[in-house]
């Protein structure tokens, strides 16, 4: 079976510029997960979808907004990026919400110039 | 808020030894707990996930403890071996169970 895939593995922006990321959950899976990663530091939280719905949000600014779509698949959004916004962009899912292991993708590296 | 925090930030280990990863977090109430490994630049390998009723998981050489009243885990690895070496990380799910939150991780180097 295949993993958690996202897309695109690298991507170079510069400030102020919009980016989309998009990740493809497991079959089976209903819930996709988002997480930021800077250099040095564990995954920050961003959002939570189940069943096309926001479930969960982490401390992020409105810049950042997520979707996910009848097939499971999600999409991450940031706006006016900054420079600080340079991380690996970790997608997650698992079968339901809750206390199954979340499975993770090999994940984003967005780089803000 | 909850914290967690991993103990040592790096170990380095002959290969064959048997050793020790920890990991704190500030409150019990949590949902579960997950290891996971990541290696330089990917994404996260889960490696074992205990639920907060449980004490205990293994899975070959690992075996993972939670004691969730004094907001403590260990990961245990058997033999380490130099395809051990990575980055270890911990995290806890909150008890909505909507978000992991994560400590900074235990780099490990194992040499041959």
């Known amino acids: 079976d295949a993993g958690v895939t996202q897309s695109p593995t690298h991507l170079i922006k510069t400030r102020g510029q919009h980016v989309t990321l998009r990740c493809s959950p497991i079959?089976?899976?209903?819930?996709v997960s988002w997480y930021q990663q800077v250099l040095g530091q564990g995954p920050q939280f961003i959002f939570q979808y189940y069943e096309k719905e926001e479930r969960g949000r982490g401390n992020f600014p409105d810049r950042f907004s997520a979707r996910q779509f009848p097939n499971y698949s999600s999409e991450l959004n940031v706006n006016a990026l900054l420079l600080g916004d340079s991380a690996l962009y970790l997608c997650?899912?698992?079968?339901?919400?809750?206390?199954?292991?979340?499975?993770f993708g090999p994940g984003t590296r967005l780089t803000v110039l | 808020k909850q914290e967690v925090t991993q103990i040592p930030a790096a170990l380095s280990v002959p290969e064959g030894e048997n050793l020790v990863l920890n990991c704190s977090f500030t409150?019990?109430?949590?949902?579960?707990l997950q290891w996971f490994r990541q290696d330089p630049g990917k994404g996260l390998t889960s490696l074992l996930l205990?639920?907060?009723?449980?004490r205990e998981q293994t899975s070959g050489r690992l075996n993972a403890s939670l004691d969730k009243s004094s907001g403590r885990s260990t990961l245990y690895i058997a033999a380490s071996q130099p395809g051990d070496s990575a980055t270890y990380l911990c995290a806890v799910l909150n008890q909505a169970g909507t978000a992991l939150i994560f400590g900074k991780g235990t780099t490990l180097s194992v040499s041959s």
């Open positions: 205990i639920q907060s009723s449980q």
């Open positions: 409150d019990s109430a949590i949902y579960n």
């Open positions: 079959s089976g899976h209903k819930s």
């Open positions: 997650a899912s698992s079968v339901n919400r809750g206390g199954d292991t979340q499975y």
